[in-house]
C-alpha cells in the first residue's frame, strides 16, 4: 500500500488541457513533394525534343542513305512527337523535377557538342578513304547526344541540379570549345593556313575541360537560370560584334594573306577567331553586369531560411492562461 503510494506521487502529472505536446507525441508532418518544374524549362525541353526527334529522323537518313528531305524526315517527325508526348506524360505524372528538364537538355547540348568537335577531329586527322562516312558521324553525334540527355536526367532526377546550374555547366563547356576552339584554328594557321587539327583538337579539349570546371564550380556559383540567359547572350552580342568588325576589314586580312577579299578559308578564319576574341569580351562584361544578381540554390535552400512558427497557450492554476510562440529560426 505504501508503494503504491510512493509510486503514484512520484509520477508526473498529467499535462493541462491546451498544453503543447512534447515533441515525441507530436504529429509527423507528411513527406514534402519533390518541387516541380519551372515553366520556362519546360518549354525548353518540349523545343528540344521536338529538335531531336528532327536530328533522328536525319540519323536514319544518313544511316540508309536518302537524300532527300520528305524521305528520312517522316521517321524524325514520328519520333519528334512522341518526343513532346513523353514530356507531355512525365510532367502529367510529375516526374520533372525543379531542374531536371533544363539538366536533360543541357546533358543534349554538351552531348551533341562532344560528338560534334570529335567527328571535326577525326575528319581532321584521318587520311584520304579513313574518314568516318556521313553515316557513322551521324551515329557519334546522335549517341552522345542520347548518353548526354540520360546522363542530365539522371542527375536531375536525384536532385542534383537547379535550373541554372544546369544551365551554367553546358554554357562554361559549349563557350570555352567555341572561343579556345575558333581561335586556336585561326592562330595555329598562322591566320591564312588550311589545318583544320589545331581547331578541332583545342574545341573538343576545351569542351570538356570547360563542362568540367563549371560541374566543380556551379554549386558556389548557383547563378539563376536568368543569369545564365543574360551570359550566353553577352557572348552572342560579342561575337556579333567581333565578326563584323573582322568583316568590314577583310580587304586588310586578305591583303596580309596573299588573297582576295571574298569567301576563302583564310577569311572564315579569321572572322572566326575575332569573333571568338568578341564573344570572351562579351562573357566578361556580362558576367560583371550580371555579378549583382540573387543566387537559385534550389527550393530546399530556400524552405530552410524561412521562419516556422505557431502559437501556444497553457492555462494556468486558479484561472487565466499562458500565451506564446514555438517554432525554429
Known sequence: MALASAEAWAAPPPPAEGAPRAAAEAPRPPPAEPPRRT?????????????????????????????????????????????????????????????????????????????????????????EGNAWSTGTAAAVMWGTTTLGAVAGGVAGAYGLATPGRAGYVASTGLWSSAVFGLTASWIGNGGYGTDDRPGAIVAAVGLNLGAATGVLTASEVSPSIARVRFLDLGGIAG???????????????????????????????????????????????????????????????????????????????????????????
Open 39 to 127: 515553366t520556362d524549362e519546360l518549354v525548353v525541353l518540349y523545343l528540344n525534343s521536338a529538335v531531336y526527334g528532327l536530328g533522328t529522323g536525319s540519323f536514319i537518313g544518313a544511316l540508309e542513305g536518302r537524300q532527300r528531305f520528305p524521305d528520312f524526315n517522316l521517321a524524325g517527325l514520328a519520333v519528334a512527337g512522341l518526343g513532346v508526348g513523353g514530356v507531355a506524360l512525365a510532367d502529367g505524372m510529375g516526374v520533372l523535377r525543379y531542374g531536371m528538364p533544363e539538366a536533360i537538355v543541357s546533358g543534349m547540348a554538351l552531348g551533341l557538342g562532344e560528338g560534334l568537335t570529335w567527328s571535326l577531329w577525326q575528319q581532321a586527322v584521318a587520311s
Open 239 to 329: 561575337g556579333l560584334v567581333g565578326g563584323l568588325g573582322a568583316v568590314l576589314t577583310a580587304g586588310q586580312w586578305a591583303e596580309r594573306g596573299g588573297g582576295d577579299v571574298g569567301v576563302s578559308m583564310a577569311n572564315l578564319r579569321a572572322v572566326g577567331g575575332v569573333s571568338a576574341l568578341g564573344s570572351a569580351v562579351g562573357l566578361g562584361v556580362a558576367w560583371w553586369a550580371t555579378s549583382g544578381m540573387a543566387p537559385d540554390r534550389g527550393p530546399a535552400a530556400r524552405a530552410a531560411g524561412a521562419v516556422a512558427v505557431h502559437p501556444w497557450w497553457t492555462p494556468l492554476p486558479g484561472g487565466g492562461a499562458s500565451l506564446g510562440l514555438m517554432g525554429q529560426l
